[in-house]
Structure formats: C-alpha cells, structure tokens
C-alpha cells in the first residue's frame, strides 16, 4: 500500500536528455533581463513536493533474500586505457586526471544510452553508478528497448586497474502501471505479478546514506534503497518481468533487480533533467541541486534549485533557486549536469557550436556576476557527480559507436579545484 506521508514546499529538478542535437542561438536581450533578476541565490517557495512511501510493496518482496552492495558478482570489466581517446573527448591533458570505458558490448549498444552518474565509498571500496534508459525508435530508427525502462549500473572503480561492473534492472510496483504518472507503456513484453520496469529516462542520479534519487523528467525524484537488491532468475528471451507462478523473479534476463521504495511528487518544477549531492551556503549543509534541460526555443529561463537533506536522506527545509548566466550573459541553456559548491554553479552544456571536436562545456557560474567561465568539454556529456573525499568531478558520456563511427562512450575524472 502506498502512504503518503509528508508534504512540504520545495524546489527540484534534475538534467534529463530528451535533448536536441543543437538547441537555437540565443538572441536575449529579454532572457538576459529576467535572469538578471536572479543571478542570486533566492528562496523559492512556489513548488511543492509530495513523497509517496512504497516500503510496504518493497518489504512484500523480503522472502527472496535481500542482497547488500557486497553480495553482489560484478560480471563485466571496465578498460582504463584508451578513455581519453574517444569522440569529442578535448580534455587538455595537464587535466586528465583518469577514467574509463565500458566493455566493447557496451561502447556499441544502441539498446541503452547512458544518463546519470553518482558514487560512494563503501566498506573500503570505491563505487560509481550510473544510470542507463532503455531506446525507442524515436531516439534510433528500428530499436525498440524502451519497455525495459532503466537499468543501473555498479562500478567497482577500487582498482583502476581492474575495473568490475554488473548492471542491475530498476523496478517498481506492478500496481503503479495504472498510474500515467508512474508508468509509460511503450511495446508488447511478458507482464507478471509483483513488479515493473522503470519506464522514464533517468537524466540524472543522486546517492545519499544508502539511497540513489533518480531523476524522472515530468514527475520528479524516484528513491531506491542500495541494500534492497534482488536475484533474478534467467530469462533467454529476455521478454518476462515479475514472479513467476513458482516463485523465480525475472527481469529481462537481468541477473539483480533494485526496487524502488518510494517517489517525490514535484509540482511547478518540471522538466527535472539532473541533480547531485552538493554544498548549501556552508560545506556542513548538504543540499540535492537539479538542473533544467530547456532550449532558446522553450520559452522558459532554466532553473537550478537546490533543497536541504537530513541524515535520513528525507528533503526538508526551505528550498533555494537560482537561473545561472552563461559566459554571453546568456541563460544556461542545453544543461546536461550541475553541481553546486556554496556559491559556484559547475553545469555541462551541449547543443554549442563546435570546438576542439565536441558542442559540449563545462559552465562555472559565480553568484552574482554578470558571466560565467566556459570550458572546453568532452562531446555527448551528461550527468555530473562531485566525489568528496578525492576532490574529482566525474562526468561521462552517452553515444554509441555507430552514431560517430567511433567510440563515444567514456566515464572520466578531472580536479575539480582545475575548475574552481
């Protein structure tokens, strides 16, 4: 049974890629006067945000074993070398810092695009996770992934070394499919008992005290408990979800599943495209900052908003927001990532004109000045993830070998202080 159990005013949003290739030129004179007006940090008070607690669908599920972060066999291996000579990939090299790619299957997928970043530090290990959305054919003609939802992956990144990752199938409450909100249903596949994919784009990810915060473009935050994970039993075909009659989990030929345990409903702050853990005004307030995907043409001034965590990962408080400029005084429009450090806004951008191979930057913004700082910045770049105990910035990048001829795809590190 879902309860909601608290409501509060707040602001949200997140980074998601629904994205044009290149977004119009900015000619704004009207867009630089309104966001002039809020080149600083304000409180923001006319988005409110409901959370729905799905424990209850989540605990039903008990009796198969939950599994911890430990228990879990990382199946895949990363390569180190060669990350940094991808498509579009202009990081100068007194920068590189380290990084990766995936294995040849997935450099090459067109089935799967990945979004959203965040890591953690674990019983001595070092994680990233990353966030995938199944493709449709109005992303590549003729591929018809989407059904399969989201799925995440798991990166041991201990050893660069020795890079492991496994991919796991995000899923929720097979009731939620009667909820337009909660499920968009997409092409024909075996629906069973129990539960469901995660059928949005997952542009950004979070992670905080155990729980991940995914980013779901029209609603708001979906919430997944890391030490809820869940084996699932093969499926050749890869066309069954849920419990089989006898009891087996499938998941699309998925080995574990994550089940989602509960989502923030967030009015008036839509598209909600990325977000990451940051700083509020001091380095002890902790904050989630989310960012907007909008264009020229969109008629809106992107937002970034930021609201307060507690120790129980709940978001509570009075909410901030801020409508960063870009280096022309310009709104920061085509925002793929953002993180936020006390008063600098750190955001990816793509849809620019050319340079050094890639229509990606980086944008620093300072409170209150009349510009931000651009830098160049890797092609196809997405989600931001800020790793505290390193200092690193983590970004990656989305595109399949085929679109470029070339591989696209890496997840790299620079200094955040290069940047600062």
Known sequence: MKKPIYLFSLVLFMCSCSKKEVLEKQNLAQDLASVNTNSTLTLASNVSVAYTDESNFVQNLASH???SIDQLSLNRAGQASGYNTTYGFNIPADRQVKGFKWNKGDQDTKEWRPQGITGFAKNGKNY???????IGPSNIAGVYNQHKGVRISLVDITNMSSITYRHILLVQNKANMTNSELYRPSNEYSQLNGFAPVTIHAGGVAYYNDKIYVADTRLGLRVFDLTKFLSAAGDPNEERIGIETDGSLKAFNYGYVLPQIGYYKITNANPFSCVALGEGSTASELRLWTGQYLGAADGKIPQVYGFPINSQGQLVGAVESISPLDKYDTPVYGMQGVYRKQTKTIMTTTGNSSYEGSTARLVRYNDGTTAATRYRWPHGAEDLYHEPNTGLLWNLTEYETAKYNKEN????????????
């Open 65 to 67: 074993g939950f599994k």
């Open 128 to 134: 990233l996770l990353v966030t995938w959305y199944g």
């Open 409 to 420: 795809r890496t997840v790299f590190a620079v200094r955040y202080s290069d940047y600062d």
